[in-house]
């Protein structure tokens, strides 16, 4: 009888340490590819609001390019030696030219159409090209954001960590 029981604890505890390793391999594999990130700020307003949790795909862009308007978490430093992560949309790519001017933005000549900007941008004029490999990155609440305005073009392949995919709250 205490034999059974011996046996009957040992299968118990195979199980659970199954469950348990199981349940770590499955998180690793899902943290491999996604990355769960709180908007900080408001910047991407009114698109996302400060402390929304969001969900990046972190190896999209391993099998397709970037588009315009994607919204994607790039690693970059503002100056102070330290890497932060920022989540801003992609208004341009490589070799694009972006200009502001009158409060509206342009790529290559031609005026974007945002409809996720909620007010007029209050910029000077300015234009600049995108840099090879590069992306050009925009808050969408233009007026409260720091951005490729202030970081100038963003490395794609070494700053993007990947598009956001999925708003959880």
Not at 59 to 87: L, M, T, W
Not at 100 to 126: F, Q
Request: some cysteine.
């Amino acid at each position: 009888m205490e034999n059974t029981k011996q046996v009957n604890m040992k299968q118990s505890i195979m199980e659970y340490v199954k469950v348990v390793v199981v349940t770590m391999i499955l998180t690793y594999l899902v943290l491999y590819f996604i990355q769960i990130s709180r908007v900080v700020g408001v910047s991407m307003q009114p698109t996302y609001n400060n402390g929304n949790i969001v969900l990046v795909n972190k190896k999209f862009y391993s099998y397709s390019d970037c588009h315009y308007g994607d919204i994607v978490v790039a690693d970059v430093d503002f100056g102070s030696g330290k890497s932060e992560q920022i989540i801003k949309r992609v208004i341009g790519k490589a070799g694009d030219v972006i200009s502001c001017k009158d409060g509206k933005m342009y790529r290559n000549g031609k005026l974007l159409k945002e409809t996720y900007i909620a007010e007029k941008m209050e910029d000077e004029d300015w234009s600049t090209k995108v840099k090879k490999d590069s992306v050009f990155l925009m808050g969408d609440n233009r007026n409260n954001s720091a951005d490729s305005r202030d970081l100038g073009s963003v490395n794609f392949k070494k700053h993007v960590v990947g598009r956001v995919f999925f708003k959880v709250f």
